[in-house]
C-alpha cells in the first residue's frame, strides 16, 4: 500500500514528509500508535483519531478495496547496465573454489555498494555478470548519466579491492524502449536493450566502459570519450555505433554539457532581462541584489543566466558560477569545490604541489597587494613597530584561509590549520573564508555570481547562500539563484531580493523557436502538433521538434520543410523520456496508475469517469488526485465529486500513457468508451469523436467507424471543415483494417465523397488532396454501380478541373451528371448537374447556356422542397448555382439583376447558418460590385467579412480570395503599399490552393499600380 496515497485520502495530506522521514511504510502503519504518531508530530487530537481509527480499518480488513500488489509490468525507456569480471574462466581453474567464492562475492558486494549509490538497481547476478537497471522501479532525468558515473566507479572499486587477486571488469551500457515485469523472474526485461548491453560488455577492454548511441546522446558532454565508430555486435543486423566513455568531462555547468551544444537564438524574455540588467545597474553602485530566478525543468533559467552574461562582457566584472548536481546533494560544498578548481585553473593530471601552486596564485592574486593597503592604513594610526605585527597578523589570517579552502579541496595543509579545530568551527571559518573571497573580489570589480540548480544544493552550500545573501548586501554583486518550483526557498522576505518566475513562452514565441530549431520554416500542421504537446516549454519545443524532423515525415525543401503525407504518432522525446517519468515515479504506484487512466482518457478528464473506470477505491483515487495536483502536474477545476482534471503539459499525460502494455490500453480505452456510452450520453452525442477515438484504441474497429462517420458530418453541418476532414481520413485509417468486402468498399465511398466536400473547404476546390479524394470516389462509385445518392461525386470533380483550368474535363465530368441523374429520374442530383455545368460553362464563355442551366437549375430545386444536398456538396446548391447565376448576368449585362440575385443569394445562406455557403455567397457578391467599380461600400464589407469568417473558419480558397478583394478596396481607398502587398498575397495563397481559373481576372482586375 502507498502510504503517501492513504493520507492524501484522508485529506492529512500534511503528514507525508514526517511519515517518509521516519521510515513509516505499509508494514509499520498498522503498529503505529497515539504515542508514536504525536512523536510524528500530529498533534491534534482530532487528527490522531482519525489516523487510529483507519489503521484499525487497515489492520481489520476494512479498508475499502485494500491495494493488490500484483506485480507491474511496463514499458519503459531503460539504461541497462551489463557488468563482468574479466577472466573469471581462468580464476577458476587456479583457484580453490571457496576462494574463488569469496572473491566473486567480494566483487559483487563492490559493484552492488556502487550501484545503490546511484540508486540503480541490480536486477540479476548472472555468475560473474550482473545485470543493473537505472530507471527502474523509479526513473530520474539523469539515469543515463548515474549509470556512466556508476559504470566508471565500479571499475575504479573493483580494481582498488585488496584481494588475493587483482579483478579487473567489463562494462556495457545501452539505453532504450523495454518491456520490464511480467517475465519468469519479477524484474526481466523484454527488448533488445539489455542484449546490446551485454554485447558491448564483451567488446570492452578490460576496466573499460562501452556505451551505445541513445546513452551517448543523453549524457551529451558530460564525459569525455572515444569515438569507437561501428563496432559488430554479435546478434545485431549490421554493426552499431559504440563509444568508450573516458571520464568525466571538466565542464560543470549541465547547461553547457547538455544543452548548448546547439543554442538557436534567444527568442522573447526582453523583460526578464531587463529585470536582472537594472538588478545589475543597482548592484555595481553597492547595492547588492539577489534574484530568485525559478521555473520549472526546461523552461529556460539557465539560457536566462548565459544571456545576461553575455550581455555583460563588454564589463569590466567577475563572473562566479556555482552548479549544483542531482548526484551529489550529500556531498558538502561540492558546488564551491568544482567552482574554486576550476577558477584555479586545475588540471586532470596537475601534481599536488602543482595544484597549491594554483591555488596560491588564485588567492594571492590581488590578495597581497589588498593586504598590503590595508596595512598601510593601519600603519597611518598605529607605530611602527605595531605595524609589522599586524603585517604578520595578516599573512597568518591569508594562510589559515588559504588552507581552510586547500584542504576542502582536499589538498594538504602542511600544518597551517590550528590542530584544535573542532569541524564546527572547520566549517564556519570555511564558510567565512570563502566569503571574504568574495568579498575581495567585489572590491575589486563588480560581481555576477550565478548559483544554479539549488533544488540539488547540499546543506553546508545552502547555509554558505544563506551567508552570502545577508553579506552582499553593501556589496557591488548580483547574485542570481535559479530552482524548480519544488523547492522551497525562505530568501524572498528580504528587501534586496527579488523573485523572478519564468513562464511558458507564448504560441508565437513558441512557433518561432520550433522554426529556430528547424532552421526553415515548417508547416502550420507539424507547428500545431508541437505547440499542442510542448505547452510553451522551450525545452519541450527543441527536443520535439528535433524528433519530429529526425522521424523523416518531413520533405527538406530548400527554404521549408514540407509535410507530404498526415504526421505520425510521436513518440515522446527520449531526451525527456527520463525527467517526465521521473515526475510520476516519485509519487508511487497508485498515482502513477491514476495518472496513466487520465492519459488514457485524455488530456482532461472528469473525476466521474475516472472513478467509473478506475478500479480503485474513493479514498484511494482522492489520495492518488491530490498528489498529482500537489505535485503540479495536473489541475484540478471545480470540487469533487464533479470536479474535472486537466494535465499540466501534454507531454506528461504522454510519459505516463508511453507506459501502459498494448492490451492493458486496449482494454482501459474498451472500458472508457463503455463508461461513455453507458452513462456518458450527452458526452457521445456532443463529442462522437472522442468515442471513436477510444473504439479505435480499443480494437474495436466497426465501432470506431461507425462514430468516426458520425463524428465526420457532425462536423461538416457546423462547418467545422478541417476536423470533418481529419475525422474522415480516421474513419478511413480505420477501413483499411477490414477485409476488403462490398460493404466495405460501400463505406469507403462514403467517406471519400465526403472527405472531398469536406477538404474543397478546407483546402480549396483545386487542392491536389480534393482531386485524390474524388478520383478515389469515383473509382469505388464506378465499381459499385454508380449508386445514385452519390452522384454528386461528379460535381465534386468538376468544380476541381474547372478551377485548374481542365475545361474539358470539367464538362465531361458535368455530362456524366447530367447524363445520370436524367436517366435515373433524380430531379435533386439533375439540379446539382445544371449549377455544376452553368458554372463550367461560364467559365468558357457560353453564358446564354450558363444561364439556361442555372435557371433550370433553381427551378427544379423549387420542386425538391428542403431536400438540400448540403453534407455532400459541402455547400448548399440553390445558394450556389443563384451566386453563379448572379455572375452570368452581369457578364449578359443585367447588373440590377445581378446584384438582386446576389442578395436573395447571401440572405438565404444567412438563413441557412451555412458558413460555408456563405463564404461563396459573399466572394461572388465582391467580385460583382469589384467589377461594378461600385463604391457604396458593400466591397469592402463583404470582402473584410469573408477575410474574417474564412480566417477563423480555416476556408483556405475564400480566405486567399477575400484578401484579394480586401486589398484591391485599401488601394482604392489610397492605402497603395498595404492593398498591393495583401493583393500578392491573396494571390499567392490563391495559386496555393491548386486554383488557376481566376488568376487571368485577379491580375486583369488589379490595380494601375500593380501593372
Ligand atoms: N527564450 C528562449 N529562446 C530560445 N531558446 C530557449 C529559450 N529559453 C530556453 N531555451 C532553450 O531551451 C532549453 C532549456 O532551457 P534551460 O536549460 O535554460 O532550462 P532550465 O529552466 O534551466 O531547465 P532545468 O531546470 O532543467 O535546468 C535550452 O536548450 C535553452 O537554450
Ligand atoms: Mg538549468
Not at 17 to 28: E, K, S
Not at 258 to 264: F, G, H, V
Not at 823 to 849: E, I, K, V
Not at 970 to 998: C, F, N, P, Q
Request: proline share 4%; with cysteine.
Amino acid at each position: 500500500m502507498d502510504v503517501a496515497v492513504w493520507l492524501h485520502g484522508l485529506g492529512l495530506q500534511q503528514y507525508e514528509q514526517a511519515f517518509r522521514d521516519n521510515a513509516i511504510d505499509a508494514v509499520i502503519l498498522p503498529e503505529l500508535t497515539s504515542e508514536d504518531l504525536r512523536d510524528l508530530g500530529v498533534n491534534l487530537v482530532g487528527h490522531r483519531r482519525k489516523l487510529l481509527a483507519a489503521i484499525a480499518a487497515l489492520s481489520s480488513g476494512n479498508a475499502a478495496n485494500p491495494v493488490a500488489a500484483a506485480p507491474v509490468v511496463e514499458r519503459r525507456l531503460l539504461t541497462v547496465m551489463f557488468c563482468d569480471l574479466v577472466g573469471s574462466t581462468a580464476l577458476s581453474v587456479r583457484r580453490d573454489p571457496e576462494d574463488l567464492r569469496d572473491l566473486i562475492a567480494a566483487y559483487h558486494h563492490a559493484v552492488a555498494y556502487v550501484v545503490k549509490r546511484f540508486e540503480g538497481f541490480v536486477a540479476r547476478y548472472m555468475g560473474d555478470g550482473i545485470l543493473i537497471y537505472f530507471g527502474y522501479p523509479r526513473a530520474h532525468e539523469d539515469d543515463a548519466e548515474r549509470a556512466s558515473r556508476c559504470a566508471l566507479e565500479i571499475v575504479e572499486a573493483i580494481s582498488g579491492l585488496k584481494l588475493a587477486e587483482v579483478l579487473q571488469a567489463r562494462i556495457g551500457i545501452a539505453t532504450g524502449m523495454v518491456v520490464v515485469g511480467g517475465g519468469a523472474s519479477e524484474h526481466d526485461v523484454v527488448g533488445e536493450t539489455p542484449n546490446l548491453a551485454a554485447r558491448l560488455q564483451t567488446l570492452a577492454e578490460p576496466n573499460t566502459v562501452l556505451i551505445d548511441e541513445n546513452t551517448r546522446r543523453l549524457i551529451g558532454g558530460l564525459f569525455e570519450y572515444r569515438d569507437l565508430g561501428q563496432v559488430e555486435a554479435r546478434g545485431f543486423v549490421g554493426t552499431v555505433l559504440a563509444w568508450k566513455i573516458l571520464q568525466p568531462s571538466t565542464v560543470t555547468s549541465r547547461f553547457e554539457a547538455l544543452r548548448a551544444s546547439s543554442l538557436t537564438p534567444l527568442i522573447g524574455r526582453n523583460e526578464e532581462i531587463e529585470l536582472l540588467l537594472r538588478r545589475w545597474q543597482c548592484a555595481k553602485k553597492g547595492e547588492g541584489q539577489v534574484v530568485l530566478l525559478s521555473g520549472e525543468p526546461g523552461i529556460g533559467k539557465s539560457r536566462i543566466a548565459a544571456v545576461l552574461a553575455e550581455r555583460l562582457l563588454g564589463e569590466p566584472h567577475y563572473h562566479l558560477r556555482y552548479f549544483c548536481a542531482p548526484h551529489h546533494q550529500s556531498t558538502a560544498l561540492h558546488p564551491v569545490i568544482t567552482h574554486l578548481e576550476h577558477a584555479a585553473g586545475f588540471a586532470r593530471d596537475d601534481s599536488t604541489a602543482v595544484k597549491l601552486d594554483k591555488l596560491r596564485r588564485l588567492f594571492g592574486e590581488g590578495r597581497l597587494g589588498q593586504l598590503r593597503r590595508r596595512v598601510a592604513y593601519q600603519a597611518a594610526q598605529r607605530s611602527r613597530g605595531r605595524e609589522q605585527e599586524a603585517e604578520r597578523l595578516f599573512l597568518t589570517l591569508a594562510g589559515v584561509r588559504q588552507a581552510l579552502v586547500a584542504d576542502l579541496l582536499s589538498l594538504p595543509t602542511a600544518g597551517a590549520l590550528p590542530d584544535n579545530l573542532s569541524p564546527q568551527r572547520k566549517k564556519e571559518k570555511t564558510l567565512e573564508a570563502l566569503l571574504e573571497r568574495l568579498q575581495d573580489l567585489s572590491h575589486k570589480r563588480p560581481v555576477l555570481m550565478v548559483f544554479e540548480d539549488v533544488h540539488w544544493i547540499d546543506p553546508t552550500s545552502r547555509e554558505l547562500l544563506d551567508l552570502t545573501i545577508e553579506r552582499i548586501r553593501q556589496l557591488p554583486v548580483l547574485l542570481i539563484i535559479t530552482f524548480r518550483p519544488e523547492f522551497q526557498e525562505a530568501w524572498s522576505g528580504a528587501s534586496h531580493v527579488s523573485t523572478l518566475a519564468l513562464n511558458r513562452l507564448d504560441a508565437n514565441e513558441g512557433e518561432a523557436l520550433a522554426e529556430a530549431v528547424a532552421g526553415k520554416s515548417l508547416p502550420r500542421a507539424v507547428v500545431a502538433h508541437i505547440s499542442s504537446r510542448t505547452d510553451g516549454v522551450p525545452l519541450f519545443i527543441e527536443e520535439l521538434t528535433r524528433t519530429v524532423i529526425e522521424s523523416g515525415s518531413l520533405r527538406d525543401d530548400r527554404h521549408q520543410f514540407i509535410l507530404d503525407r498526415p504526421l505520425p504518432a510521436l513518440s515522446i522525446p527520449p531526451s525527456l523520456h527520463a525527467s517526465l517519468l521521473a515526475r510520476l515515479d516519485r509519487l508511487g504506484t497508485i498515482a502513477k496508475e491514476v495518472a496513466q487512466v487520465g492519459a488514457a482518457v485524455g488530456r482532461d478528464f472528469s473525476y466521474a469517469l475516472l472513478a467509473a473506470v478506475a478500479q480503485r477505491s474513493e479514498p484511494e483515487l482522492r489520495g492518488a488526485l491530490s498528489l498529482l495536483v500537489g505535485a503540479g502536474l495536473v489541475f484540478q477545476r471545480g470540487i469533487l465529486p464533479d470536479a474535472t482534471f486537466l494535465f499540466k503539459h501534454a507531454l506528461v499525460q504522454d510519459a505516463a500513457y508511453s507506459t501502459l502494455l498494448r492490451g492493458p490500453r486496449q482494454a482501459l480505452h474498451g472500458e472508457i468508451a463503455g463508461a461513455l456510452e453507458a452513462r456518458f450520453s450527452e458526452a457521445v452525442e456532443t463529442q462522437p469523436e472522442l468515442l471513436a477515438q477510444h473504439y479505435a484504441e480499443a480494437g474495436l474497429v466497426e465501432k470506431s467507424i461507425a462514430c468516426w462517420g458520425k463524428a465526420g458530418y457532425r462536423s461538416t453541418v457546423r462547418s467545422a471543415m478541417a476536423e470533418a476532414a481529419a475525422q474522415f481520413h480516421r474513419g478511413l485509417d480505420q477501413l483499411a483494417l477490414l477485409p476488403n468486402t462490398p460493404e466495405r468498399r460501400r463505406q469507403e465511398l462514403e467517406f471519400y465523397s465526403a472527405l472531398g466536400a469536406a477538404l474543397t473547404t478546407a483546402k480549396g476546390y483545386a487542392a491536389p488532396e480534393v482531386g485524390e479524394a474524388y478520383a478515389r470516389a469515383r473509382e469505388l462509385w464506378d465499381q459499385l454501380g454508380s449508386p445514385s445518392e452519390f452522384l454528386h461525386i461528379p460535381r465534386g470533380q468538376s468544380i476541381y478541373y474547372a478551377l485548374r483550368g481542365q475545361f474539358d474535363l470539367a464538362l465531361r465530368a458535368d455530362e456524366d451528371l447530367l447524363r445520370l441523374s436524367r436517366q435515373r429520374n433524380d430531379r435533386a442530383r439533375l439540379a446539382l448537374a445544371y449549377t455544376s455545368s452553368g458554372r463550367t460553362l461560364m467559365f468558357t464563355g457560353r453564358l446564354g447556356l450558363s444561364r439556361s442551366h442555372l435557371e433550370e437549375a433553381l427551378a427544379l430545386y423549387d420542386a425538391v422542397s428542403e431536400g438540400t444536398l448540403v453534407d455532400q456538396a459541402g455547400t448548399d446548391p440553390c445558394v450556389n448555382a443563384q451566386a453563379v447565376l448572379a455572375s452570368v448576368y452581369l457578364c449578359l449585362g443585367y447588373p440590377d439583376q445581378a446584384l438582386k440575385r446576389s442578395k436573395t443569394a447571401i440572405a438565404d445562406a444567412r438563413r441557412l447558418g451555412h458558413q460555408a455557403s456563405l463564404a461563396v455567397t459573399l466572394a461572388l457578391s465582391a467580385r460583382l460590385h469589384l467589377l461594378l467599380e461600385d463604391d457604396d461600400g458593400t466591397l469592402g464589407e463583404h470582402a473584410g467579412l469573408l477575410v474574417a469568417m474564412s480566417t477563423e473558419q480555416s476556408f483556405a480558397y475564400w480566405r486567399a480570395v477575400g484578401t484579394i478583394y480586401d486589398g484591391w478596396v485599401r488601394v482604392k481607398h489610397g492605402d497603395v503599399a498595404e492593398g498591393i502587398w495583401m493583393i500578392r498575397r491573396g494571390s499567392t495563397a490563391y495559386s496555393a490552393t491548386g486554383a488557376t481559373a481566376l488568376v487571368p481576372f485577379i491580375s486583369d482586375s488589379c490595380p494601375e499600380h500593380m501593372r
